[in-house]
């Protein structure tokens, strides 16, 4: 389901207003917030005034606007750091993995006529003006050639491209000073990795390119089909690809646990085969890239702006540390989270009795792998009793190599989906054949 019509910011200045806008929104709603509080006789602090549901509600509005980097990071935000956020701001930034505003017509026809020339219309048999998607950087529609093949168009939103550097910096800042993210988050990681990432996800030539490559992967897997671009129809600001009918994953959650365990079999599988087997993964973990066709139990892929190359080195790293895993082997898995770049031997040497209680949490949960449960997670508030300590040492703060991260999302990604489908998974057997692989 797509939202209202509103126009994209293109320009600078147009851009630059809107950042404007919500800062003026957040201070206004802080003074009205302090007026009702103090009339309630209460002497509220100034964090309490920024976090409040109305200016969270005021900053995601905003973003969702304004769409590509700025839409972009609220996202990344909240599935990444979703457990170091307040819950009201985790609930509500959770809103931009949804559908945002979509063009209105007027600035759709400017793009498609820059793209395909004024008569256009000519090249289709039907041109569905409604877009069946609308995501952080374009919208996609339905469309019909003469020949009756049917195609899935993917628009980008005007000055997208131009604006991702700016963007980024600018909901950063307004993140920060408004109080709206935890003082002791250190974005900066998500912040380059945003960037790069929606440069890449910015050209659609290469989208096109990785499409047909990761098609070409998954040829031997009837469980996935992957469209294939129309290369004719694609320039800078579209892209055209087959439109394939099938309904959004979540759907599985109402399914019975047999369906979703298939399902997560199949996707975190593909996470494995990706790291170990392709060296190449798609590295958006966003749920709305995957959808389901009930009638055949198929997952569509979709997406693949953020697809790239895995680091060899990353490859190892993740091998050593399901090897030591497997094994139990607690020291092992130090020395590969190190080797990985995810701790540093400096958080070792100061909060190592601290790591090292987790590691012995997550070696435990090896136990039953063998159906491995993802709605149990009671472990996690295990893990979590050990993190403010870690964190609030700021003098040990470490930033993973962007080619871990980018790995990690996907596979984070893939969990939270897991345990969003309540699944029951084989965990061992399926990473067993990987646990060696060097």
Do not use: C
């Not at 994209?8 to 009205?32: D, E, M, S, T, W």
């Not at 049917?150 to 604006?163: D, F, T």
């Not at 109402?254 to 190449?280: H, K, N, Y």
């Not at 607690?330 to 209680?357: C, K, M, P, T, W």
Request: proline share 5%.
């Amino acid at each position: 389901m797509t939202g209202d019509a509103r126009k994209v910011p293109a320009g600078r200045l147009a851009r630059l207003g809107a950042f404007g806008q919500i800062a003026a929104g957040v201070a206004g709603g802080v003074v009205a917030e302090g007026a009702r509080r103090l009339a309630q006789g209460e002497r509220p602090r100034m964090a309490d005034l920024l976090l409040t549901p109305a200016n969270a509600t005021r900053v995601t509005d905003q973003l969702s606007r304004l769409r590509g980097a700025a839409m972009k990071l609220g996202q990344m935000i909240s599935l990444d750091a979703g457990d170091m956020l307040p819950p009201e701001l985790t609930q509500i930034l959770s809103r931009l993995r949804e559908a945002g505003n979509i063009m209105p017509p007027a600035q759709l026809e400017k793009v498609l006529a820059q793209s395909w020339g004024a008569g256009w219309r000519r090249k289709f048999r039907r041109f569905d003006a409604r877009p069946v998607a609308a995501a952080s950087i374009g919208q996609v529609h339905r469309a019909e050639l003469p020949d009756g093949r049917v195609l899935a168009i993917k628009v980008q939103y005007p000055g997208v491209a131009r604006s991702i550097d700016a963007d980024v910096d600018n909901v950063a800042t307004l993140l920060k000073v408004s109080g709206l993210l935890p003082a002791g988050l250190d974005v900066a990681p998500l912040l380059a990795e945003a960037k790069r990432q929606l440069h890449e996800e910015a050209d659609y030539a290469r989208e096109a390119a990785q499409m047909d490559r990761y098609a070409d992967l998954l040829a031997d897997d009837p469980r996935f089909v992957v469209p294939r671009a129309m290369l004719e129809l694609t320039g800078p600001q579209v892209l055209a690809m087959d439109y394939i009918d099938a309904r959004p994953i979540d759907v599985l959650e109402s399914a019975d646990q047999d369906v979703r365990d298939r399902a997560m079999v199949a996707l975190l599988g593909l996470v494995l085969r990706e790291l170990f087997e392709f060296g190449f993964m798609q590295t958006d973990p966003n749920f709305a890239n995957y959808r389901w066709q009930p009638a055949t139990g198929t997952i569509v892929a979709l997406d693949f702006g953020a697809a790239r190359a895995v680091d060899p080195d990353v490859r190892k790293g993740y091998a050593a540390l399901l090897t030591a895993g497997f094994h139990g082997d607690a020291a092992g898995v130090r020395a590969a989270l190190i080797n990985v770049g995810f701790i540093s031997q400096a958080q070792f040497d100061r909060h190592g009795e601290a790591l090292d209680r987790i590691i012995a949490v997550i070696l435990a949960q090896l136990d039953r792998a063998d159906d491995f449960d993802f709605s149990d997670r009671r472990f996690v508030e295990q893990i979590r009793a050990e993190i403010p300590e870690i964190a609030a040492d700021r003098a040990s703060w470490h930033v993973p190599p962007a080619e871990a991260l980018f790995v990690q999302r996907k596979i984070s990604g893939t969990v939270l989906l897991a345990v969003r489908m309540k699944a029951r998974l084989p965990l061992k057997s399926m990473v067993a054949p990987y646990a060696n692989v060097q």
